[in-house]
């Protein structure tokens, strides 16, 4: 299955089209090894013989065969790795698994309720969505298996992850500003919704290389992300000036100013006795 396909959440209240996520399972499945032909074949889920297991046929409906066996409570749904070898599926019990070609079973995710996953198109990684008493948030993990990346960590409600085809970027559903809506963030993370450009051209956003945030842009039409900053002290709250000519941000206790190719980095508090956060910038009267 490609990352652009677009499958139901079973667990997710929102009612609204998603792509699978991803999460990894404890407890022993048994599995039988599956070789797709050269036109592929089609993974799905089903009770037919009690309990909600995966299944692999031909696409004439051939070769038709179970490729797990009892899991904790069920699974809940299997996607093909982009290359057709591997199988990523989780549990009605929020884990997730990856079921190698040969019939090995790699625990990917088990620290939590995950539900839900989508292959990124290079296969190296899967995205899934997290979910706690109060939120859900969404992560990564790479398919050779790891610690989970978490990408959001707003407290928001945040669903329906989708790579860009060059798998740098998810497109995402999130109420964090108190309504549906949907966001764009780097595939290592996001911590802010974006902001348009006042010609509608651009988004700045925060993206977390090695986990400090940071100041960036994505051109709409071209999908080219430019990251502007790159301080120690990390950057939020980015503001486009009226014009879009220069983003305004706050970074270690201070105000700064800098062009909308992020030349010229100024800071514009620079009053060590206090801190200052939170800008806008507003146009003259």
């Known amino acids: 299955m490609s990352a652009s396909r ?102 990917l995710f088990d620290d939590g309720e995950g539900h839900g996953v989508v292959w990124s198109p290079d296969g190296q990684m899967v995205a899934l969505d997290v979910h706690d008493t109060s939120a859900v948030e969404i992560g990564t993990v790479a398919a050779g298996g790891g610690a989970l990346m978490d990408l959001t960590r707003n407290g928001a409600r945040n669903y329906y992850p989708t790579w860009s085809p060059d798998s740098r970027r998810i497109a995402y559903m999130s109420d964090v500003s108190g309504e549906q809506a949907i966001y764009v963030m780097d595939a290592v993370g996001s911590i802010a919704p974006p902001v348009w450009s006042p010609d509608g051209t651009r988004l700045a956003f925060l993206t977390r290389p090695n986990g400090v945030p940071q100041v960036a842009v994505v051109n709409v039409a071209s999908g080219d992300v430019a990251r502007l900053t790159d301080l120690a002290a990390g950057a939020s709250w980015p503001e486009w000036s009226p014009d879009g000519s220069g983003i305004v941000f706050s970074s270690g206790g201070d105000i700064y100013v800098m062009n909308a190719d992020g030349t010229r980095q100024t800071d514009v508090t620079n009053d060590p006795t206090s801190t200052a956060d939170s800008p806008d910038w507003g146009a003259a009267p």
């Open 6 to 107: 677009l499958r139901p959440v079973r667990r997710a209240p929102l009612a609204t089209i998603v792509l699978p996520l991803i999460l990894a399972c404890g407890g022993a499945t048994d599995v039988t090894s599956h070789h797709p032909p050269e036109n592929g074949a089609i993974v799905f889920a089903s009770d037919r013989t009690g309990s909600r297991e995966l299944y692999v046929m031909n696409a004439d409906g051939t070769n038709l065969h179970a490729v797990t066996s009892p899991v904790l409570d069920g699974v809940d749904y299997g996607v093909w790795s982009p290359d057709g070898r591997d199988i990523a599926f989780d549990t009605e019990a929020g884990q997730i698994r990856l079921l190698n070609s040969d019939g090995a079973n790699v625990v």
